[in-house]
C-alpha cells in the first residue's frame, strides 16, 4: 500500500506531462496571437446623452442575453468565437485544455459601419489531475480587454454644451 500511493502519483504526473503541449506553450501561443491582433480597437466615437448611462457610466441599453441584439436596435453586436483546442476543462478536469480567441463588434446598423471591436485570447487548463478549477490566462487581460472596456470606449457621454 505504501509503494501504491507514490506509484498512482507518478502516473497521474507522467500521464499530465505527456499529454500535449503545456501551460507554458499555450500561453506563448496566447501571447503570439494576441501580439498580432488582440486588444480594443475604436473606429468611431458616439456621443449620447446622460439618460443612456447608468450610474457607474456604462450604457444602460446594454443586454448581453439578447444576442445580436445586445445593443438595441441602432446596433448590431456579433460575438464570435474561435476554438484552436477545444476543451472543456471546468467539467472534465483541470488537466483538459482549450485555447480560443473571442472577436466582438459593434457594428452601426444604419449604415453597417463597424465602430469598434475587440479580440481576446483565453487559454484555460492544462493542470495537474485533481479537484480543483483550472487555472487561466487572458491576453489582453481580463480588466483591458472586454466588452465593457469597448462600449465604454465607443460610447461617450455628451455633456450639456455638446447637445443639438
Known sequence: MKTLIPLIFLLTLVTACASGPGKAELDADVR?????????????????PAEKFNQWGQVNFYRPDQGENALGIEYIYVWAVHYYKKGNPTVNGAQETSVRRDHIKIIRRSDMKLIGEVVKYHRAGGDLPGPWM?????????????????MNKIFIKSIEGNKK
Open 32 to 48: 503570439r496571437l494576441c501580439a498580432i491582433d488582440g486588444g480594443v480597437r475604436v473606429y468611431e466615437t458616439v456621443m449620447l
Open 134 to 150: 483550472p487555472s487561466s490566462y487572458h491576453c489582453p487581460d481580463v480588466l483591458d480587454g472586454n466588452e465593457i472596456i469597448l
